[in-house]
């Protein structure tokens, strides 16, 4: 087999519709573009790398009052929304639910694609609650608050329901103005 024609140095292997030409795997990835890529067989979607989005520690979170009530106001919607879906969110689902508000407010992603029901509402709703209690906190704020979320929420998770139990016993449902946002 001949080299890469990209990099020279590795056997190309995979057929490449960007340079019509067999191309090496690590040319592959590097190389690929969703817009022309997306029907190749080797194409993948990028991941995402939520450990590395910014995040408060734990110790930031208790020892300051207003993070803390950011974080009980998403932590609070989590529990609304699922009580009012008759407690059937796991924690896998609040985790992705928190992921994909990160990619929102973080990657600056709005594809929700491929995710379940119960996911693209809890999204919806927690977003509209975001918007409505944190209007006047700083996106970096709430992307740190989102990232400590996922954070002690992967930490907590074990076999299903172990965090969703946790704030729902420490957190509870949000009260006040999101009466009105539960009985739309």
Not at 11 to 34: P, T
């Amino acid at each position: 087999m001949a080299k890469c024609p990209i990099c020279n140095s590795r056997q190309g292997k995979r057929k490449c519709f960007l340079v019509d030409d067999l191309i090496c795997s690590r040319c592959c990835v590097s190389k690929r573009k969703a817009e022309i890529c997306l029907e190749c067989t080797f194409y993948q979607k990028p991941k995402i790398k939520y450990n590395n989005v910014p995040a408060y520690s734990t110790s930031e979170m208790e020892s300051n009052m207003d993070l803390e009530s950011y974080g009980n106001s998403v932590e609070g919607a989590l529990c609304t929304y699922d009580i009012k879906n008759g407690n059937i969110l796991n924690d896998r689902d609040a985790i992705r639910i928190i992921e994909l508000l990160i990619n929102i407010h973080y990657f600056n992603v709005q594809d929700i694609d491929g995710e379940s029901q119960v996911v693209i509402n809890g999204v919806d709703f927690i977003e509209d609650i975001i918007k409505e209690d944190l209007k006047d906190v700083n996106n970096e704020v709430i992307v740190k608050i989102l990232g400590i979320i996922r954070f002690v929420a992967k930490r907590r998770s074990k076999t299903g329901q172990e965090y969703m139990r946790l704030i729902h016993q420490y957190v509870g449902p949000r009260i006040g103005s999101g009466i009105r946002i539960l009985n739309r």
